[in-house]
């Protein structure tokens, strides 16, 4: 049963930073492909990064430059550098990830089986 666990959000001043953790166990063997989504109050759910099982990345225009997707193959689990952050970027984060991509990673919520719970973020001065 592949299971995947957010941590790592809380409350930041506007031009702080703060990493976000996605901790992913059940697949048999191998890398999978990982995406951050996240959601805003009053708006729809967006991609905002992704890390593929062969290392290729992805990451939403407003954030690119800012955010850093990586991963830990030792402890299995994918990060999210989240440096300047603004108010804008106030929302639930979401992890998810799936095994049936190879080298890609799309920013599409329909195209991954399995989420985690979710973890807050708040940029707030």
């Known amino acids: 049963q592949v299971q995947v666990v957010e941590s790592g959000g809380g409350l930041v001043q506007p031009g702080g930073s703060l990493k976000l953790a996605c901790k992913v166990s059940g697949f048999s063997s191998g890398y999978h492909t990982v995406a951050w989504f996240r959601r805003a109050p009053g708006k729809e759910r967006e991609g905002v990064s992704c890390?593929?099982?062969?290392?290729?990345?992805a990451y939403l225009d407003s954030v690119n430059g800012r955010f850093t997707i990586s991963r830990d193959y030792g402890k299995d689990t994918v990060y999210l550098q989240m440096n300047s952050l603004k108010p804008e970027d106030t929302a639930v984060y979401y992890c998810a990830t799936d095994g049936t991509f190879t080298n890609y990673c799309p920013l599409l919520a329909d195209e991954y089986a399995y989420w985690g719970q979710g973890t807050q973020v708040t940029v707030s001065s």
């Open positions: 890390l593929s099982d062969t290392e290729n990345t």
